[in-house]
Each structure stands twice: as structure tokens, then as C-alpha cells.
């Protein structure tokens, strides 16, 4: 368990009550990493959310298969930032890997307890749900913008 007021420093729980907040602070556990720690791995089960406090963590993608590129950077995650969004997504499999760049503190959330606390909540499952969509849309305009430079 964390302090739910650990959580609303952050922008991704801003809309969400002290009950909501306390709620996801029951299922959460703040952990450190050292440099190079694989946090989540590509095509496994997406079973944490995951808030970086500090460090920095780097997304990569091999996408398997013969001629594959292998560990392509896709993203970054800077402190503030989630991760494991896929933990909320069916079919909950991570979609690419997450590997700490320096030493990196994290808050991990539980992503079966989340989901099982979204079908009860409504409107908490609406309100991450709006900020999974945001953060995935950002991430798709940073896989454009790398593709764009990559046809330059």
C-alpha cells in the first residue's frame, strides 16, 4: 500500500475521488529498480500499471520473427509518466518491452485489482480509461514522427 496523496501529486489519478485514490493506493507498492532492470516484458501477460517517479525508462520492440529488428527504441517514459498501460487493454499482453535507462523508482499497481476495481467504479474505469487513451495517443505520435524521420 502507498499514500494516496503519493498518487495526487500525478496527472494520470488528477480526476479521480479520495475514495477512488485510496482505493488504487490499497493495490499499489512503490519499488526501485536498478540501471538496466527489464520492468515489463514484450508478449508476456500485462499484469502491473506502472507510475515511474524518478529514473527514466526506455520502450523497445523487437517484434520476433525472422529479419525483425531487435530491441528498436519505440518510446520513453519520463518520470510522472505510466507504463503497462496494456495491463488495462485486452488482451492485456504488454506490447513492447521497458528497460531502465539509470536507477528508477516506481509505483507498481496491481492490473487485475484495477481492472476488477473499473467494473465496480464506473466512473473511475472512465476516468483511466481517458488517460490510457491519451497516453497511447502519445505514443502514437511518437512512433509517426520517428517514422517520418526514418523515410527523410
Known sequence: MISLELL???PFFALLTDDQLKAIAMIAEE???PKETL????NTPANKLILLLEGDVDLV?????EGAISNALVGSIAPGEMLGVSSL?????????ARATVPAKVVEIDGAAVRALMQV???????????VAAAVLERLKYTQVELAAARA
Open 89 to 97: 487493454i485486452e488482451p492485456y499482453i504488454y506490447i513492447s518491452s
Open 121 to 131: 467504479d464506473k466512473l473511475l474505469g472512465y476516468a483511466l480509461m481517458c488517460n
Open 8 to 10: 495526487r501529486r500525478y
Open 39 to 42: 520492468l515489463v516484458k514484450e
Open 61 to 65: 520492440y523487437s517484434g520476433g520473427g
Open 31 to 33: 519499488k526501485t529498480y
